[in-house]
């Protein structure tokens, strides 16, 4: 059993999301189209190439009921009317482990006591240093009726399949070449009303790790946030981003979990930005892998880390 303390700084930039291209009126008929989309950063940084099969625009009522918005998803995730192809990188995460392996000294640089590494923290969470995904269902936009009785946008959503793959994978802050398949179900959005903002994100899937040392997995990911711009409040549920990530064994006979995730993050409004902190675990159940004879130990090691991170929303 080992610990790790993790610290890591995230900065997260919230605008128009990119992956429903651009804007269009939603009595205006569309041909077929062609978008792109690039969004750097230290964390993630992905390239998305979205073509709309359906060139035609549908006015979506945002409903106030959440239940109502999820239940016309689901539905409308079994539309096949755009196709996203998207290329992902976690730089942080990469460089951590490319300098531990092949830079160790530098790498140490980055230590702050005996068990926490600075660099490792930030790029801590990546399960592959790199990632290929294609996405084939409904992207939607949801509009509503401001306080001019004007046409907004209220809410974006995607909900589909996605497969994703890649050639490399993280194992303890190393990288092996080993190729992998992810497939999932999805249904994911983000909405605002001036300062309120909602977001939320469901996965439900299986992962191929390709490896004989370790079994591919059910996945389950739910990720829901609630934030206010402007006012504070101490309930639970507002002003915070709360994530869940299990994984469960289905390639040999195993009782629990292999990996659980679980964060919650809770923010202050400052300036209309927002500021805050989020705290959680990383849980473990596998063969650990040894960087120096390049091959996973014989037994399994369950693994705990902390993850404390600070957060600002701009």
């Not at 992956?19 to 939603?26: K, T, V």
């Amino acid at each position: 059993m080992r610990a790790l303390f993790q610290i890591s700084i995230v900065v997260i930039l919230l605008g128009d999301s990119p992956f429903l291209g651009a804007e269009q009126p939603p009595e205006q008929k569309r041909e077929r189209i062609l978008s792109t989309a690039l969004v750097p950063g230290p964390y993630r940084s992905y390239a998305s190439l979205f073509v709309d099969l359906a060139g035609k625009d549908e006015l979506l009522v945002w409903h106030e009921d959440e239940v109502k918005l999820y239940r016309d998803l689901i539905r409308r995730s079994f539309q096949r009317d755009y196709l996203v192809v998207e290329a992902t990188g976690y730089p942080l995460a990469a460089l951590s482990a490319w300098m531990e392996t092949e830079q160790n000294a530098h790498y140490h640089q980055f230590d702050i006591g005996d068990e926490f590494n600075l660099l490792r923290s930030l790029g801590a969470g990546s399960q592959e240093p790199w990632s290929m995904s294609l996405f084939l269902g409904q992207l939607l936009t949801y509009w509503s009726m401001d306080d001019q009785d004007e046409l907004v946008i209220a809410a974006r959503g995607a909900a589909g399949m996605v497969a994703t793959a890649g050639l490399q994978q993280l194992f303890d802050n190393c990288i092996v070449d080993a190729p992998w398949t992810r497939i999932e179900w999805k249904v994911k959005g983000e909405g605002s009303d001036g300062p309120r903002e909602r977001y939320w994100d469901l996965k439900v899937g299986h992962r191929w790790y390709g490896l004989a040392e370790i079994p591919n997995t059910l996945t389950f990911t739910l990720e829901r946030g609630r934030t206010n711009r402007e006012r504070f409040r101490w309930k639970p549920a507002q002003n915070s981003i709360s994530l869940v990530q299990l994984q469960m064994p289905t390639t040999e006979l195993q009782v629990g979990l292999t990996r659980v995730l679980f964060e919650y993050a809770k923010f202050v409004p400052v300036r209309k930005h927002l500021v805050g902190l989020k705290v959680g675990f990383l849980y473990e159940n596998r063969k650990t892998y040894d960087a120096r004879s390049q091959s996973f130990d014989d037994e399994k090691e369950k693994s705990w880390e902390l993850v404390i991170q600070p957060m600002a929303i701009f």
